[in-house]
């Protein structure tokens, strides 16, 4: 895939996983589990024990099911470029940082950068970042996103932390063009309850199409 067919695929899908574990079997357990509830898009993060060795694993393993595997929590280049050559589609990290963009432009791999002030969305916009990570999402709200798109009426938002099932639509309906769950949406895996997790990832994706299909 080229990075507008990733791209397209990030917003079509609407709803990215981030998947937290404390191992690589736990971390798989918990994707196959999602993408059987039809979540399309995980966000592996590099907070997993040995997650480029996971992401080459979903990555070989779900080459031809239409799932993207993108990397999470990725604090500098040298991370960005294990998690590309492992075979991640797109890089997300906590905030902006110049030399991940240039390295993902390098690669023509899609880069969603976390920012929260308008100076800090300026910035990574010029450095080409496609979406911008509102993270914490749960210390903001969708009527930041409005405000923000009064002056940046360009700019692709994807809130992250503070999304459930309740307040989504929200979020699209100030302007997101996908959001970030993972507590909420994993929670059933904290106790081993796969089938929770996967009706679970389920009801997620029924609900953004309702949304969907009503924006």
Same mark, same amino acid.
């Given at each position: @895939?080229? $990075?507008?067919e ?7 899908? !609407?709803?990215?996983a981030?998947?937290?574990?404390d191992? /690589? /079997?736990?971390? =798989? ?10 979540i399309?898009? =995980?966000?592996?993060t590099f ?7 996971v #992401?080459? $694993? ?10 993207? =595997?993108?990397? !999470? ?26 030399e #991940? ?7 023509? #791999?899609?880069? #969603? ?12 916009? /010029? ?9 914490? !999402? ?5 009527? @930041? ?8 009426p360009?700019?692709?938002? @994807? ?17 997101v ?17 796969? /089938? !929770? ?19």
């Open positions: @895939m080229n $990075k507008l990733i791209l397209k695929s990030l917003t079509d899908a !609407g709803v990215i981030v998947v937290r574990a191992s /690589e /079997e736990r971390a =798989i357990k918990i994707v196959d589990q999602l993408v059987l509830g039809g399309r898009d =995980i966000e592996l907070t997993v024990p040995h997650a480029d060795h #992401i080459e $694993k979903l990555t070989n393993k779900y080459m031809n099911k239409d799932v993207l =595997i993108g990397a !999470g929590t990725v604090l500098d280049a040298i991370t960005a470029r294990l998690a590309i050559l492992s075979g991640a589609k797109y890089i997300v990290s906590p905030y902006f940082d110049i #991940i963009a240039k390295l993902s432009n390098l690669y023509q #791999i899609p880069y #969603i950068a976390g920012a929260m002030t308008i100076i800090e969305m300026k910035s990574a916009l /010029e450095y080409g970042v496609d979406i911008i990570k509102l993270f914490p !999402g749960s210390e903001t709200s969708p009527d @930041m996103v409005k405000a923000i798109k009064g002056p940046l360009q700019v692709n938002i @994807m809130p992250t932390g503070g999304v459930n099932l309740d307040n989504m639509h929200k979020w699209f309906e100030a302007g063009v996908a959001v970030g769950v993972g507590g909420d949406l994993l929670e059933p895996s904290d106790n081993d309850d796969w /089938e !929770g997790l996967t009706k679970n990832a389920h009801e997620y994706m029924e609900r953004y199409m309702s949304i969907k299909n009503n924006l």
